[in-house]
């Protein structure tokens, strides 16, 4: 598309501003309830209502999914085929270890920004607004690789889609004056300017108070890069008149209660007042030839209200106004509605402290998975879609980069990444689980179980792969799988052997060291092991550079090739 001025661009976005100002009030109302903007009554035109009640239920529940979402469990995966070979899954090995690392690069460039990491952006956004954006961009500065990945605020995020992705898409932001400088030299004599940052399937151009401070140019990615989705499953429709429900699409957190605060606060507030009034306690004051004196509201502060009436003199509690019966059902009803439409108290906030089994746990799972599922799965398609966009751009516009971080075991990580060693065909599979209350002891009975032979000719009802990933709920089977068959290699004979020998001589006593190794002689021991278990664990232990030589060690001890007695390891 050609755009021969900034009022093309502008006009462009404006049109579909205007498609968004109904939820742009709803995200304002929404923003009232996460800050708790006091409560106000609407009908305190006489002064008459004193207590104003604001509930801190918005916050605290928008906090406790905040919590969940933060800490859920990232699984970042690239799949292949069954029968891939060795080598293509080394290489998907390595690029899963360059999308850890990448996300650490991004998550350490927003801190130097003074933003917090990515998932907490899009997780609060998906929170507040019900809708998530985000632009990512990967080009090499100087000889670096910079991943450069924002969450933009759907408030100020315009676009169109196609059949095939977005159109264009553009967002506004404030921008100071030092900040225009820093990132496009350009001056103003204000303090800030309104910056448009534009993008279709061809070019990119900034527009500053109007003005391009950057012309429409190239970018050659090939398409918009910037995802834009709402949180719920429900697709674009139209009414009978075919106008947009884009108003209804994007559930924030308070999207089934965010009508029931101001009934609840009204509820609680005159409900205090009624206590408020009791507690002054004016009286009367009955007496032949006194003054009838009522002055302002008795019910505020005390006061002596005299009365002239033509009997003995008495004195009486002024009369309080009692809560109506209905008080109580009227809580109860906006409570309940309140309780399912967010997270059910005390159980969610953990107010229980009876011993729950494995079924109690599931059915506190499922009670929560309602409000949790829809942000997860909104999470898992925004990732699924930057990993992919991370290594098509990495692919074409990268340069050799040193990656570090922390893989789906939480293991620090250093690698050395080649935009020829990416694959942007990739099946890139992203799952995102809070951490939901768990019995893992029946998790890992039941595991055992399916696994297990019932005879000698029996085979187990499921794979030991498939009890990690269904049952054990293991984010990284095949990674647990190599970690189990290393801890195997560590335990046959010639390689603890070998280690002892070496705890040994470090502790100065080579001749036992000697002792040790002397046993390994095939004369004297040479235990059976099944040659599958061997080479898995051989395999598992070449992968790691640490484990490497004894993964040499244990191919040569237990090969019919060595006949000598192995040599003392040397120390180091």
Same mark, same amino acid.
């Given at each position: 598309?050609?755009?021969?001025?900034?009022?093309?661009?502008?006009?462009?976005?404006?049109?579909?501003?205007?498609?968004? *100002?109904?939820?742009?009030?709803?995200?304002?109302?929404?923003?009232?309830?996460?800050?708790?903007?006091?409560?106000?009554?609407?009908?305190?035109?006489?002064?008459?209502?004193?207590e #104003?009640?604001?509930?801190s239920?918005?916050?605290?529940f928008?906090?406790?999914?905040?919590?969940?979402l933060?800490s859920? &469990?990232?699984?970042?995966?690239?799949?292949?085929?069954?029968?891939?070979?060795?080598?293509?899954?080394?290489?998907?090995?390595?690029?899963?270890?360059?999308?850890?690392?990448?996300?650490a690069?991004?998550?350490?460039?927003?801190?130097?920004?003074?933003? /917090? /990491?990515?998932?907490? =952006?899009?997780?609060?956004l998906?929170?507040l607004?019900?809708?998530i954006?985000?632009?990512?961009?990967?080009y090499?500065e100087?000889?670096?690789?910079?991943?450069?990945?924002?969450?933009?605020?759907?408030?100020?995020?315009?676009?169109?889609?196609?059949?095939?992705?977005?159109?264009?898409?553009?967002?506004?932001?404030?921008?100071? #004056?030092?900040?225009? @400088?820093?990132?496009y030299?350009?001056?103003?004599?204000? =303090?800030?300017?309104?910056?448009?940052?534009?993008?279709?399937?061809e070019?990119?151009?900034?527009?500053?108070?109007?003005?391009?401070?950057?012309? /429409? &140019?190239?970018?050659?990615?090939?398409?918009?890069?910037? @995802?834009?989705? +709402?949180?719920?499953?429900?697709? =674009?429709?139209?009414?009978? *008149?075919?106008? +947009?429900?884009?108003?209804?699409?994007?559930? =924030?957190?308070?999207?089934?209660?965010?009508?029931?605060?101001?009934?609840?606060?009204?509820?609680?507030? !005159?409900?205090?007042?009624?206590?408020?009034?009791?507690?002054?306690?004016?009286?009367?004051?009955?007496?032949?030839?006194?003054?009838?004196?009522?002055?302002?509201d008795?019910?505020?502060?005390?006061?002596?209200?005299?009365?002239?009436?033509?009997?003995? &003199?008495?004195?009486?509690?002024?009369?309080?106004?009692?809560?109506?019966?209905?008080?109580?059902?009227?809580?109860?009803?906006?409570?309940?509605?309140?309780?399912?439409?967010t997270?059910?108290?005390p159980?969610?906030?953990?107010?229980? #402290?009876?011993?729950?089994?494995?079924?109690?746990?599931?059915?506190?799972?499922?009670?929560?998975r309602?409000?949790y599922?829809?942000?997860?799965?909104?999470?898992?398609?925004?990732?699924?879609?930057?990993?992919?966009e991370?290594?098509?751009?990495?692919? *074409?516009?990268?340069?050799k980069?040193?990656?570090?971080?922390?893989?789906?075991?939480?293991?620090?990580?250093?690698?050395?990444?080649k935009? *020829?060693n990416?694959?942007?065909?990739?099946?890139?599979?992203?799952?995102?689980?809070?951490?939901?209350?768990?019995?893992?002891? +029946?998790?890992?009975?039941?595991?055992l179980?399916?696994?297990?032979? !019932?005879?000698?000719?029996?085979?187990?009802?499921?794979?030991?792969?498939?009890?990690?990933?269904?049952?054990?709920?293991?984010?990284?089977?095949?990674? &647990?799988?190599?970690r189990?068959?290393?801890?195997?290699?560590?335990?046959?004979?010639?390689?603890?052997?070998?280690?002892?020998?070496?705890?040994?001589?470090?502790?100065?006593?080579?001749?036992?060291?000697?002792?040790?190794?002397?046993?390994?002689?095939?004369?004297?021991?040479?235990?059976?092991i /099944?040659p599958?278990?061997?080479a898995?664990?051989?395999?598992?232990?070449?992968?790691?550079?640490?484990?490497?030589?004894?993964?040499?060690?244990?191919?040569?001890?237990?090969s019919?090739?060595?006949?000598?007695?192995?040599?003392?390891?040397?120390?180091?």
């Amino acid at each position: 598309m050609n755009y021969e001025n900034e009022g093309a661009i502008l006009d462009l976005i404006k049109a579909k501003e205007d498609d968004l *100002n109904d939820l742009r009030q709803q995200w304002e109302d929404d923003f009232k309830l996460y800050t708790l903007e006091e409560y106000v009554p609407d009908d305190d035109s006489d002064n008459k209502i004193y207590e #104003k009640y604001t509930s801190s239920q918005p916050r605290n529940f928008f906090d406790k999914v905040m919590d969940a979402l933060t800490s859920a &469990e990232i699984s970042i995966q690239i799949k292949l085929a069954d029968d891939a070979k060795q080598k293509d899954r080394d290489a998907a090995s390595l690029g899963e270890l360059y999308l850890f690392g990448a996300l650490a690069a991004i998550d350490r460039r927003l801190r130097n920004m003074g933003e /917090p /990491p990515l998932r907490n =952006s899009m997780s609060f956004l998906a929170s507040l607004r019900g809708w998530i954006a985000q632009r990512a961009l990967v080009y090499v500065e100087g000889k670096q690789t910079v991943f450069d990945v924002s969450a933009w605020d759907i408030m100020h995020t315009t676009w169109e889609a196609g059949s095939n992705g977005l159109l264009w898409a553009a967002n506004k932001r404030k921008i100071t #004056k030092a900040q225009l @400088y820093s990132e496009y030299g350009e001056e103003i004599s204000s =303090s800030e300017a309104t910056l448009v940052d534009f993008w279709d399937e061809e070019i990119n151009a900034i527009i500053v108070n109007d003005k391009f401070v950057k012309e /429409p &140019e190239a970018h050659e990615i090939g398409h918009v890069p910037v @995802y834009v989705a +709402s949180v719920g499953s429900m697709p =674009s429709l139209q009414d009978k *008149n075919f106008k +947009s429900t884009l108003p209804y699409r994007g559930d =924030s957190v308070w999207s089934s209660s965010r009508k029931l605060y101001k009934p609840f606060n009204k509820l609680v507030s !005159r409900t205090m007042d009624i206590y408020e009034r009791a507690v002054v306690g004016s009286i009367l004051h009955y007496s032949k030839g006194g003054d009838k004196k009522i002055v302002g509201d008795p019910y505020k502060t005390f006061q002596e209200i005299n009365l002239d009436i033509n009997k003995e &003199e008495d004195i009486k509690a002024f009369p309080v106004n009692q809560a109506p019966a209905e008080t109580a059902v009227l809580h109860s009803i906006v409570n309940t509605d309140i309780q399912t439409s967010t997270l059910p108290y005390p159980l969610a906030y953990g107010g229980t #402290k009876q011993a729950m089994s494995g079924a109690a746990l599931g059915v506190l799972a499922d009670a929560t998975r309602s409000v949790y599922s829809p942000r997860t799965q909104v999470l898992s398609q925004a990732y699924t879609w930057l990993c992919e966009e991370l290594l098509s751009q990495f692919k *074409n516009n990268g340069a050799k980069s040193k990656l570090e971080g922390y893989d789906s075991k939480e293991h620090f990580f250093s690698v050395n990444v080649k935009p *020829n060693n990416i694959d942007p065909s990739w099946f890139v599979n992203v799952e995102v689980r809070p951490k939901m209350p768990r019995d893992r002891e +029946s998790e890992v009975m039941m595991a055992l179980s399916a696994t297990a032979k !019932r005879a000698a000719d029996d085979i187990p009802l499921v794979s030991k792969r498939t009890a990690r990933e269904d049952i054990m709920k293991i984010r990284d089977p095949d990674a &647990e799988e190599r970690r189990v068959l290393e801890e195997m290699g560590m335990g046959l004979p010639p390689i603890m052997a070998t280690n002892i020998a070496k705890a040994l001589k470090d502790a100065g006593r080579p001749e036992m060291a000697q002792d040790v190794m002397a046993l390994m002689n095939p004369n004297i021991m040479r235990p059976y092991i /099944p040659p599958e278990v061997l080479a898995a664990a051989t395999e598992a232990l070449g992968r790691n550079p640490e484990t490497q030589p004894l993964a040499q060690l244990l191919s040569q001890a237990m090969s019919g090739g060595q006949q000598g007695t192995p040599q003392t390891p040397q120390g180091g």
